[in-house]
Each structure stands twice: as structure tokens, then as C-alpha cells.
């Protein structure tokens, strides 16, 4: 049994179950089910699904006296009344340096040229525009106020400085892409401390250590298949040397990642700036 990593969401609406960020089945509520969830849950499955049901669903529902024919027959209402058992004890974060507004422009641009490739893409919505220093995924809540001083700390010893974005490239380079990005070029020694100090500060207690090479880039889409694989791929040559605009890099945000039907959203859940730049 683990815990349920979902966001603390209640949609109501003609879209799908979704539990933990995973697609159920299709039917009439979203709502983030509260407690324990069985392992099985971490991925797509019908919920109809016998051994689904046996392994899992009874444990899940059996609590709140609802059983399948509830789930099929019941309004909305009555299924996230049900839910409503607690408050979770995790959140999925990660941190990030914001990309500003004014740069979100030629991305927009950048992104229209290529989706006339007709590719499985989906992709990033102007709003959710970042690069990303470290993606830590389901952290304890009572984890997060340590972490978040020790950012604080840390960052509140640094200096802005700027990085540019341009060129398109891809992940992985060879074969079928998964992601589509903007590099990161300039002071790039600058932002490898960045994400040095970030990584000092992401292992207080409850927090797992989860170091990866950093690889700083802005992820403008991502691939669902190789549908016109070469066509896109075409069109990103033609871009490898597209330039965005420069930014300002002065600060660092802990981000939350809510999992949708729809893609995900990323609610800054704080802000941690450096320290002001010294005037010549």
C-alpha cells in the first residue's frame, strides 16, 4: 500500500477518473482519493478490471460503503462525499527558474512553426514555461518548511546573472524524441552552482536524495508517439539555431505539480530570491 500522491483537487465535469495522475476510466467526476492506495493504482487499467477490483477497490472503497455499482450509478456529489477522508500527506514538487513573460512570445512562435509537422505533441503552455533545477516528486509536507529554509539560505548568498535560450533540441538524441527543448547558453557554470547549492538543500530529513546530471533547458513539448516523427524532426533542424531572448536569472521557486486529464499545472508555492546585485 502507498499513499496517494494526486493533488488536493476536486473537479467535477465530462472527464476522466483519475487517481494519482493516472486515467482510470472514463466517467463524470475527478476527485482525489484520500488515504491509502494500492501500488497497482500507479498506472492506466480498467476499473472494471476483476483483479483490479479484488486487489484494490475493496480496499479503497470498502471503507466509505461504496462498492462498483456505486461507482457507475452515483452522482458526483455523493462519490466525492465519500473521498473526503483526511488531508494527504505529501506533495509533488519540483524547483525551477520562472521564465519570464516577455520571452513567452517567440516560444509561442517557436511552438506554431512546429506543430504544423501534425506531430503527437503536447505541448507546454506558455504559463508553464520553466527550467527546471530539480524535480524532487512526492515530498512529505512536513519535509517542505526545511526544505524551504534551507533554499532561502542558500540562494539569498547568490548574484543574478543572465543566460540566453536558443536552439531546439531534443531527448533522446537518437531514436524516437520525447521531449522538445530550448538550450540554455551563457553563464551555464553560474547555473550548474545553482542547481549544485539546490541539491545541498533538497536532503533534510524525509526528503529522498534524487541526483540526476544537470542538463539545463526549457521544455517546450513533449512527443506521444512517432506519428510524423520525421517531419518534426525536419522542422527542429530548421529551428537549431532559433534565438528566444536572454533572461535575467535572480531567483529560484518551489513549484507544485498537480496532475489533470489535461496536463499537468505548476502552482509556485514559494519564491526564493538572491541576493541584490551589488551596484558598480
Known amino acids: 500500500m502507498g499513499k496517494n500522491p494526486c493533488g488536493k483537487i476536486l473537479v467535477f465535469g465530462p472527464i476522466n477518473w483519475f487517481v494519482g495522475g493516472y486515467s482510470l476510466r472514463e466517467g463524470s467526476v475527478r476527485c482525489d482519493l484520500r488515504g491509502e492506495i494500492h501500488s497497482d493504482f500507479r498506472g492506466r487499467c480498467d476499473l472494471g478490471s476483476p483483479r483490479l477490483w479484488d486487489d484494490c477497490m475493496g480496499d479503497l472503497f470498502g471503507p466509505v460503503g461504496l462498492c462498483q455499482r456505486d461507482l457507475e450509478s452515483s452522482p458526483p ?69 526545511v526544505l524551504s529554509d534551507r533554499l532561502r539560505s542558500e540562494v539569498s548568498r547568490l ?23 530550448v538550450g540554455c547558453r551563457g553563464n551555464l557554470s553560474r547555473l550548474q552552482g545553482v542547481a549544485e547549492r539546490v541539491q545541498r538543500c533538497s536532503i533534510p530529513r524525509n526528503i ?6 544537470f542538463s539545463p533547458h526549457l521544455t517546450i513539448g513533449r512527443v506521444k508517439s512517432a506519428r510524423n516523427q520525421r517531419v518534426l524532426l525536419e ?12 533572461l535575467e536569472i535572480d531567483r529560484i521557486c518551489l513549484y507544485q505539480s498537480i496532475l489533470t486529464p489535461d496536463g499537468p499545472l505548476y502552482e509556485v508555492q514559494e519564491e526564493f530570491p538572491f541576493r541584490t546585485k551589488k551596484s558598480s
Open 159 to 181: 548574484e543574478s546573472f543572465q543566460i540566453s535560450f536558443e536552439g531546439v533540441g531534443r531527448f533522446p538524441q537518437r531514436g524516437v524524441p520525447r521531449v522538445i527543448w
Open 208 to 213: 529522498s536524495e534524487k541526483r540526476k546530471v
Open 77 to 145: 456529489e455523493r462519490i466525492a462525499t465519500a473521498f473526503a477522508m483526511g488531508e494527504y500527506g505529501e506533495m509533488r514538487v519540483f524547483i525551477a527558474i520562472p521564465f519570464r513573460p516577455e520571452l513567452r512570445p517567440p516560444v509561442e512562435v517557436l511552438q506554431k512553426v512546429l506543430k504544423r509537422a501534425d506531430a503527437d505533441v503536447r505541448w507546454v503552455t506558455l504559463e508553464n514555461l520553466h527550467v527546471t533545477v530539480q524535480f524532487l516528486g512526492e515530498v512529505p509536507d512536513d519535509s517542505l518548511p
Open 235 to 246: 522542422a527542429m533542424k530548421e529551428k537549431e539555431a532559433e534565438v528566444i531572448g536572454s
